[in-house]
C-alpha cells in the first residue's frame, strides 16, 4: 500500500517493528550522536552527557567545555597565531 | 525479555464490586468479559486502572467538576468492616508471579484525590516498585494499559500543544529536552565577564579620544606579551603627544611621565592622591606557644636563685675557654687572674652548677625568642594600622593646603551625592578612632616588650602582657570593621569624584591606562580568556544548533516509528478505504505542536491523496478507530505486557468489529501481548469464543443481581454445558493441536461432570454444604472410582467413564494426540451420562 505523505526515514522501518520490539534499543542520546557530526564538540557534548564519569551529566558537559576552553586559551600561547 | 502478564485479579468493594470478592483468573493470552449494561464492566476495566495508578482517569477527563466524583470508589453498601481493594497476581519480567494490592484509604472526596495503599509480595510498595515487575506505566491522563471509551477520544479533544507534550514523553524524549537545556545553560554561563577589573580598565582606557585607534583592535584579538607591550605603549605615546609634552626615551619613563602628568593635572581639580591607602594587612594575636613560654620562664626562674642567674653566664663564658675546659691541672683564673686558682675540682665544681641551670638557660633562651616574636607581633599591629587613606595620616594643615577639604569635595559634587559624603565621613571618623587606638596600643606593647626584652628580669607578669594583647586584638578587630566600612563609602563617592576630576582636567581613561600597563600579565590573561569565552560560545552556538537539528531527527525518526504502528493498526481496522490516517508529527515551523493527518483519496488505492487533520475530516467512528489504533501502537511501543479494551468498537461499527475481532486480535496475540476484551455484545462475545477456542480464551459473564453482594463473575468456560459444547467444536478440527485442546477440554469435562455427580449424591443425602471446590485438586484418575458405583441405571455407564478416564486422561502429557472417533466417542458417551444423570 502506497503512502506518500508519512515516509518514513527512521532507521526501524515501522512495518518491520510492528508487534516486535528491537533486540537491543537504542537511547535517545545514542540516536542523536548519529545526527552530530563526528568528533565536533555537540558529539562531544553529547557523550559526556549521556555516560557521566564521576560526575552529573551537568558536570559532566560543563568539564567537556572547560576542556574546550582550556584548548581555545592555548591557541594564544602559539605566537604564529598571535595578533602582533 | 518477556512482558508482564496478569494471572488473576480480585476485585472487593470497588464502585459495582461488593461484599463478595469476585475473581477472574487468567489461562490464556485471551480472555472475553461480557456483561449487559449497568453490569459492573466498567468498573472491572476501572479496577485494572486503580490497581495500576490509584487512579481512576474518567474523573479527569469526564467529571465537569471532581466533586461528582466524590465518594465514587468505594461500593455505597458495602459494609463498615470490609475494606474495598483490588488485588492480582502478575507475572513479572523477572519471570516470577508477584501479588500487587491496593487498597483504597480514603476516597475522592471534595477538591480532594483518593488515597491508597500499593502493596507488593506483601510489602508497602511505591509506583516505582511497579516499574520494576515490567508494568511501565504510560504518560498521564492515559497512564494504564485500560482503554474505555471515555478514554479513547482524550487526544483529538485536547490541544495540539497538550498532544505535543504528551507524545515528546510517549516517545520519551524529554530527556533530549533536559541535555538541551543544560548545554544551553552552559553557552549562556561562558559569556565573557564584563565586569573583569582588567577588562573595564581596558574598555576605560579605549575611551581616551587620542588612544582608541590603537586600543580598540584588542577588542578582537590576543597579542603577544611584547605586542600588547608595544601598544600600550603607543597609546601613552599618542596621549602625551597629544599633551605636548616631552617624551622621554623609554618606555617605562613614558608610563611613569603619564602618571606624573595625570596627578598634576588632577592636582589642579582635587589632590584625588589622598585616598590612596594600602589594603589592611591580616594581623593574628601571638599563639598561646608564646605565653607558654614565658611562663615556663618564670617557673624555671623560681628555681634559680638570683646569685647563681647572675653567675651562671660567667660560668658558661669560663666553660667555653677550652683551656679551661680541658684544664687537668690548676690554672690561672681567666676572669681574676689569680694564679692556680682554678683547680681541676673546682673547674667540676662550675661544671656542675652550670647544668643544674641548664634548663633555666634553655627557658631564657625561649623566653627571649617569644618576647622577639611579641615585639615582631606588635610592630606588625602598628604597620598595618598604617593603612589608612593618606589624607588621614596628614596633619590637617598639610591637608588643607593641598586642597583636601570636605567643601572641596562637595562642590564638585552633585548635590545628590551630598548624602554618600556624610556617610563616608561617618566612616572617616570610625576609622579614625580605630586607627589611631590601634597604633596607640600597638606602640606601647612594642615599647613594653623592649624593655623586657633589654631586662628579661624585669618579667614578672606575663598574663597583663597578654590582656594587653587582647585589647589590641580587639582593637585591630574594630579596625577591620572601620576600614571595611570606610572602603565600601570611598567606593561609592571616590568613583564620583574620579571622574569629575579627570573630566575636569581631561584625563578620562588615563588612570585605567596606567594601572592596565602596570599589570601587563593580567591585561593579557583577562585578553586571553575573554577572547577564548567568545569563541567557545559561539561554538557551543553552533553545537546547540546541532543538537536542536539533531533532537529534531531523532523525534522525527520516532514519531514517523510510532506513527507507522498507527497506521497499520488503522490499516488492520479500516483497509482498503479512500480515507485513512495518514500519520502524526510535529507541525512544521511550530515543533511544539503536533497533528494527526489524514489523507483522502478518490480510491482506495490511495494515490495522490490530499492530507486534512483527522479531527476536521474523520467520523466519530474513524476517530473511535484511530483512538483504537494510537493505544494498541502505544501499548506495543511501550512494551506492555497486558491491554483491557472496554468495548473498543462502537456498537454501531459492525464492519470493523470484524476486523478487530480477527486481524488485530491476532495480531496483538501474535506480538505476545495479553489481551483482556469487555464488551456489553454478547455477539461479540461468542464471536471471540468461537474463533480464539484454540487460544483457550478465557470466557466469563458480569451481573449484578443483589446490590449488597455486588457484581458477580462467573467462569463460563467452567460450566460442564459450555466444556462439552466447546469441546465438540474443537474436535471437528482436522488439525493435531485442535484435537489435543479438545482432548485436554473433555478430560476436564470429565473431572466436572464426576465433581457434580458427587456433589449431587451429597445433596440427596441431605448435605447441603456440598460444593464443587470440595473437590478441588483431584484430577479425573482420583474422582473416577468414587463416581462409578453412582453409575446405576445402566451397567455399562461405568465402563464408559472408565474408558474416557483411560483414553482421555494422558493427553495432557503424551505425545500422543486423540483421534476424532476417540474424541467423538467420549464426548457422545459423556453427553449421555449427563444426559441420565444431571439433567
Known amino acids: 500500500m502506497q503512502n506518500l505523505i508519512a515516509e518514513s526515514d527512521s532507521d526501524n522501518p515501522a512495518d518491520a517493528t510492528i508487534g516486535r520490539n528491537p533486540a537491543v534499543a537504542q537511547t535517545n542520546f545514542e540516536r542523536l550522536i548519529q545526527h552530530l557530526p563526528e568528533g565536533s564538540l555537540s558529539a562531544k557534548l553529547v557523550a559526556a552527557y549521556a555516560a557521566p564519569a564521576n560526575a552529573t551529566p551537568d558536570d559532566a558537559v560543563a568539564k567537556v567545555a572547560a576542556t574546550r576552553l582550556n584548548e581555545l586559551k592555548r591557541i594564544h600561547d602559539d605566537t604564529e597565531n598571535q595578533l602582533d | 525479555m518477556t512482558t508482564p502478564k496478569i494471572n488473576w485479579i480480585e476485585i472487593q468493594g470497588f464502585r459495582a464490586f461488593g461484599r463478595r470478592g469476585q475473581t477472574l483468573s487468567f489461562g490464556s493470552a485471551l480472555a472475553a468479559v461480557w456483561a449487559p449494561n449497568s453490569q459492573g464492566k466498567t468498573s472491572l476495566a476501572e479496577a485494572f486502572e486503580f490497581l495500576l495508578t490509584g487512579q481512576i482517569v474518567r474523573r479527569q477527563l469526564v467529571a465537569s467538576t471532581r466533586d461528582e466524583f466524590a465518594d465514587s470508589l468505594r461500593n455505597a453498601h458495602l459494609p463498615a468492616e470490609m475494606c474495598t481493594f483490588v488485588e492480582a497476581v502478575i507475572t513479572g519480567t523477572d519471570g516470577k508471579s508477584h501479588r500487587i494490592r491496593r487498597t483504597l484509604i480514603s476516597d475522592y472526596a471534595k477538591r480532594k484525590d483518593c488515597q491508597s495503599a500499593l502493596q507488593i509480595d506483601g510489602r508497602d510498595a511505591t509506583q516505582t516498585d511497579l516499574a520494576t515487575l515490567g508494568i511501565l506505566l504510560s504518560q498521564p491522563p492515559l497512564a494504564a494499559p485500560v482503554l474505555a471509551q471515555h478514554t479513547l477520544g482524550y487526544l483529538f479533544s485536547t490541544g495540539p500543544q497538550e498532544r505535543a507534550t504528551y507524545f515528546r514523553r510517549i516517545l520519551e524524549v524529554t530527556d533530549l529536552e533536559v541535555l538541551r537545556g543544560a548545554v544551553a545553560a552552559l553557552e549562556a554561563s561562558c559569556k565573557p565577564d564584563d565586569s573583569d577589573l582588567q577588562w573595564t580598565r581596558l574598555s576605560s582606557a579605549t575611551a581616551i579620544e587620542t588612544a582608541e585607534p590603537i586600543l580598540s583592535p584588542l577588542n578582537a584579538g590576543v597579542p603577544t606579551p611584547k605586542g600588547l607591550a608595544a601598544v600600550i605603549d603607543e597609546a601613552i605615546t599618542a596621549i602625551l603627544t597629544a599633551a605636548d609634552h616631552p617624551l622621554p626615551m623609554a618606555p617605562v619613563q613614558r608610563l611613569a611621565a603619564l602618571e606624573e602628568l595625570l596627578q598634576e593635572r588632577r592636582a589642579k581639580t582635587f589632590p584625588i592622591n589622598g585616598f590612596e591607602r594600602k589594603p589592611l594587612a591580616d594581623w593574628n594575636e601571638p599563639t598561646k606557644e608564646e605565653w607558654d613560654s614565658l611562663d615556663s620562664f618564670l617557673a624555671e626562674r623560681e628555681t634559680v636563685d638570683e646569685e647563681t642567674r647572675r653567675l651562671t653566664a660567667l660560668f658558661r663564658e669560663a666553660l667555653a675557654i677550652p683551656e679551661v675546659d680541658a684544664a687537668t691541672r690548676p690554672i690561672d683564673c681567666v676572669l681574676c687572674g689569680v694564679e692556680g686558682s682554678l683547680t681541676p675540682e673546682r673547674i667540676a665544681h ?114 597583663t602582657l597578654n590582656s594587653k594583647f587582647s585589647e589590641a586584638a580587639d582593637a585591630f578587630g574594630g579596625l577591620a570593621d572601620a576600614m571595611k566600612q570606610y572602603v565600601k563609602a570611598e567606593g561609592a563617592l571616590l568613583e564620583q569624584i574620579t571622574a569629575v ?49 539533531g533532537n529534531e531527527l531523532v523525534l522525527d525518526d520516532k514519531f514517523a516509528h510510532l506513527s507507522g504502528g498507527i497506521q497499520r493498526w488503522w490499516d488492520l481496522l479500516r483497509p482498503d478505504e479512500p480515507t485513512f490516517f495518514s500519520a502524526v508529527r510535529p507541525r512544521k515551523q511550530a515543533r511544539r505542536t503536533v497533528d494527526f493527518k489524514a489523507g483522502l483519496s478518490l480510491d482506495a488505492d490511495r494515490i495522490a491523496p490530499k492530507v486534512r487533520d483527522v479531527v476536521a475530516v474523520f467520523s466519530q467512528s474513524q476517530l473511535h478507530c484511530l483512538g483504537l489504533a494510537l493505544f494498541i501502537a502505544r501499548a506495543l511501543h511501550e512494551r506492555t505486557g497486558f491491554i483491557v479494551l472496554d468495548d473498543p468498537i462502537l456498537s454501531s461499527d459492525e464492519d470493523y468489529r470484524a476486523n478487530f475481532q480477527a486481524a488485530v486480535l491476532e495480531e496483538l496475540i501474535g506480538a505476545g501481548v495479553q489481551v483482556i476484551v469487555l464488551t456489553q455484545d454478547r455477539k461479540t462475545w461468542k464471536n471471540l469464543e468461537h474463533r480464539y477456542l484454540h487460544e483457550s480464551i478465557d470466557m466469563f459473564q458480569m451481573e449484578l443481581t443483589n446490590r449488597a453482594d455486588g457484581t458477580s463473575v462467573t467462569n463460563s468456560g467452567d460450566d460442564l ?59 479425573l484418575g482420583q474422582l473416577q472410582p468414587k463416581v462409578e458405583p453412582l453409575l446405576i441405571a445402566d451397567p455399562s455407564h461405568p465402563g464408559k467413564l472408565r474408558v474416557i478416564a483411560s483414553q482421555l486422561n494422558p493427553a495432557n502429557h503424551d505425545d500422543e494426540t486423540p483421534d476424532q472417533s476417540t474424541l467423538k466417542v467420549a464426548l457422545g458417551d459423556l453427553k449421555s451420562l449427563k444426559k441420565q444423570y444431571l439433567p
Not at chain 2, 476436564?748 to 449431587?760: G, I, W, Y
Request: hydrophobic share 45%.
Open chain 2, 350 to 463: 662550675i661544671r656542675s652548677r652550670a647544668q643544674e641551670t641548664e634548663s633555666f638557660q634553655a627557658a631564657r633562651t625561649a623566653a627571649m625568642d617569644s618576647l622577639r616574636n611579641l615585639v615582631t607581633s606588635a610592630r606588625a599591629l602598628d604597620a598595618a594600622a598604617a593603612a589608612a587613606p593618606n589624607f588621614l595620616s596628614m596633619y590637617s594643615k598639610e591637608r588643607r593646603k593641598a586642597g583636601f577639604r570636605i567643601e572641596r569635595i562637595r562642590a564638585l559634587l552633585d548635590p545628590s551625592a551630598s548624602v554618600a559624603i556624610d556617610i563616608w565621613l561617618a566612616s572617616v571618623r570610625s576609622l579614625a578612632r580605630a586607627w589611631a587606638t590601634t597604633k596607640t596600643i600597638a606602640k606601647a606593647l612594642a615599647a613594653e616588650i623592649d624593655d623586657k626584652l633589654e631586662d628579661l628580669d624585669a618579667l614578672d607578669d606575663p598574663q
Open chain 2, 501 to 549: 576630576v579627570d573630566a575636569a582636567s581631561e584625563t578620562v581613561g588615563w588612570q585605567e591606562l596606567i594601572d592596565a600597563a602596570r599589570d601587563q600579565d593580567a591585561l593579557r590573561a583577562s585578553l586571553v580568556e575573554r577572547k577564548a569565552r567568545v569563541s567557545l560560545q559561539g561554538e557551543l552556538k553552533a553545537a546547540l544548533r546541532q543538537i536542536d537539528r
Open chain 2, 721 to 779: 454445558t459450555a466444556m462439552l459444547t466447546r469441546g465438540e467444536l474443537l474436535a471437528r478440527g482436522g488439525h493435531p493441536n485442535l484435537r489435543k485442546q479438545a482432548g485436554e477440554l473433555l478430560r476436564d469435562a470429565a473431572e466436572r461432570f464426576c465433581k457434580e455427580m458427587l456433589v449431587h449424591d451429597r445433596w440427596t443425602k441431605g448435605d447441603s454444604r456440598a460444593a464443587l471446590s470440595d473437590h478441588d485438586g483431584k484430577n
